[in-house]
């Protein structure tokens, strides 16, 4: 077993997992890659249920969706929220239509997701902005034209979460230097080191303090845990499937478990779409978000092991599950993506001791 698993995890990231650009574009030619953007921006003038809608069926489909959560829901809303009109028609009509791509650098080395103890600076220089730091765990970032950078703003006090800036960095500028990192994931990660990155005045994505708010909103449908939730699902049926497949579906304790997970996916899903509804409604709350992103996540995680545990390694030469040979490298990055499960429960911890409740209606 342990030559097995050398040999799965020594696979190439992105070899068996590759960016799914037709496929974007064929959903930004119908605005569903969008579409609750405004039409001047390549959306349809939809709701976020629409979003969800398109999150939803990636995952069930098997699609990779980093690109489009990096493009969409984390540099476009922040865009949308806070960019000037000029930042959105020149970047928001091709990250519609699938031809633009977004990293997001935030996390660092020796942050990881704490994202007030960023080290990475913006100082004024000239008209412009002089960026350096380093950012590291960027899904996707070969296939990315452009990234939203989180710096500490010089001049703006010591706290961070006050004098966080975003900025949109080419990174094709000559002072970035983007390098893989070796993982398990089936997609492939990089670190993107700034060497004194000059921008112009326009790099800036609101006011120099709002970064904080700004990536707290942009998390926003990410943290629904509408795409976990799907991939739970799919990883659920295949893996029912190869079980039948094998004859190994019919043991007594085997299908009462199967059927346990089975309505606890049902579940989660549900509290998935009404962290949707209440995106969709303005009143999704950071407590209520955090707890359908630890749910969801830690279940589809959870799933992926159960896979593995009882399919054993020959899961990964099965080429009629295609899923379940990727499912094991994707698993230990959902309980990171969007905030680790520990920030979630923390965020839900503070609210319910605060007197809170995650789903209560404005008033």
């Not at 990779?64 to 969409?72: E, F, L, Y």
């Not at 299908?255 to 009404?274: K, N, T, Y």
């Amino acid at each position: 077993m342990r030559a097995e698993l050398e040999r799965v995890w020594a696979t190439p990231p992105d070899a068996d997992c590759p960016h799914p650009e037709r496929v974007y574009r064929e959903l930004g030619e119908r605005g569903w890659l969008a579409p609750h953007w405004p039409r001047r921006y390549g959306g349809l003038a939809a709701s976020a249920y629409a979003t969800a809608v398109t999150a939803e069926e990636l995952a069930l489909h098997g699609v990779p969706d980093s690109v489009r959560v990096n493009t969409i829901d984390n540099a476009g809303a922040t865009l949308l929220a806070a960019g000037s009109e000029e930042q959105r028609q020149r970047f928001c009509p091709g990250m519609a239509a699938g031809e633009i791509v977004f990293s997001v650098l935030y996390t660092e080395p020796h942050a990881g997701s704490d994202l007030g103890s960023m080290a990475t600076t913006a100082e004024p220089a000239g008209d412009g902005w002089r960026l350096a730091g380093t950012k590291t765990w960027n899904a996707r970032t070969a296939q990315a034209h452009f990234g939203v950078c989180a710096a500490r703003v010089r001049g703006h006090g010591d706290n961070a979460y006050a004098a966080t800036g975003l900025f949109v960095v080419p990174l094709d500028h000559p002072g970035v230097r983007v390098e893989p990192i070796a993982t398990v994931n089936p997609e492939r990660f990089f670190t993107v080191r700034l060497d004194d990155v000059v921008l112009p005045a326009d790099a800036l994505v609101g006011a120099p303090g709002q970064g904080w708010s700004l990536l707290s909103e942009a998390l926003g449908m990410e943290r629904t845990g509408v795409c976990f939730a799907g991939r739970a699902r799919r990883w659920f049926d295949q893996l029912v499937a190869a079980l039948h497949a094998r004859g190994q579906l019919e043991e007594a304790e085997r299908v009462h478990r199967l059927g346990a997970l089975d309505a606890e996916i049902r579940s989660c899903r549900l509290l998935a779409w009404r962290a949707v509804q209440g995106l969709a409604e303005g009143r999704l709350n950071g407590a209520a978000a955090a707890a359908a992103k630890w749910w969801t996540s830690e279940l589809a995680q959870r799933v992926a092991w159960l896979a593995f545990d009882l399919l054993g390694p020959a899961v990964h030469s099965d080429r009629h599950f295609p899923d379940l040979v990727l499912a094991a490298r994707e698993a230990p990055g959902l309980t990171l993506a969007a905030g680790t499960s520990e920030i979630q429960l923390t965020t839900l911890a503070t609210d319910l001791l605060d007197g809170g409740d995650p789903w209560e209606e404005p008033t």
